[in-house]
């Protein structure tokens, strides 16, 4: 028995883990958090998704959304990495609502990896997470966006921008329809006197895309600080319906 092994027999039984997914007892902590099964069933969204905002078409023989046909985002591009459905979408729900922060580094591995091996991204100049009001930090004790920011400027060295804040408390969105969406976030978000951004070209970060109401108050805040590009890269995003 190698040393490593000793060592993993024994923070198993102490610390023993289980796959955030299913709730199965995960044994090797080679895979990361998930256990093999669930691993193997993560879907990555490789293609068929709109040319503007990255989420899965439902028709593919289409290159963009309604959503994007009707000039509906500010951001230049967004993309998502995987698909919001079994597993990363129970992962997102342990690290956000019953606090698996320690997600955040496996969230990290594969949204650092997605940057690696997409262009669009090369030339970012700073990190931005969308920020919570301080009433909903208060609440989950830490900004799940500015975990995974961090992660990428780590593995990135891009400075963090943090010179932006939400001003209104707003509703989760989880139970809204489209429209309110957009309404809850309008004029959500400003950017501080020391933001100096202008010209560059920017990254937000966030865990979910759903209908991109969020991100895009966020963009559009950022447009008008003068930021000559937008980029938004999501862990997960929902298929159009
Ligand atoms: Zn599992
Ligand atoms: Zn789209």
Not at 159 to 167: C, G, N, T
Request: net charge positive.
């Amino acid at each position: 028995m190698g040393k490593r092994n000793f060592f993993e027999i024994l923070e198993n039984f102490f610390l023993p883990r289980h796959c955030p997914a299913c709730g199965d007892y995960v044994s090797s902590s080679s895979l990361g958090p998930l256990c093999l099964s669930c691993f193997e069933k993560i879907e990555y969204i490789h293609s068929s998704f709109c040319l503007g905002c990255g989420r899965m078409l439902e028709a593919p023989s289409t290159l963009f959304c309604p959503s994007c046909q009707k000039g509906t985002f500010r951001f230049d591009l967004a993309r998502s990495v995987v698909t919001y459905t079994f597993p990363i979408r129970e992962c997102i729900w342990a690290f956000k609502y019953r606090g698996m922060v320690s997600l955040a580094s496996f969230f990290g591995d594969l949204l650092s990896e997605y940057l690696l091996t997409h262009p669009d991204f090369y030339q970012v100049d700073g990190v931005i997470p969308v920020p919570l009001h301080l009433s909903r930090l208060k609440e989950r004790g830490f900004n799940q966006s500015l975990l995974l920011a961090k992660e990428i400027s780590r593995s990135f060295k891009l400075p963090l921008i943090l010179e932006v804040e939400r001003i209104k408390p707003t509703l989760s969105q989880v139970n809204l329809t489209p429209i309110e969406r957009k309404r809850n976030v309008k004029g959500a978000f400003r950017v501080l006197p020391d933001f100096s951004w202008s010209g560059k070209e920017v990254l937000v970060v966030d865990d979910i895309f759903t209908t991109g109401s969020t991100v895009n108050s966020l963009s559009q805040i950022l447009k008008q600080a003068g930021c000559a590009k937008v980029l938004v890269l999501t862990l997960a995003s929902a298929r159009i319906s």
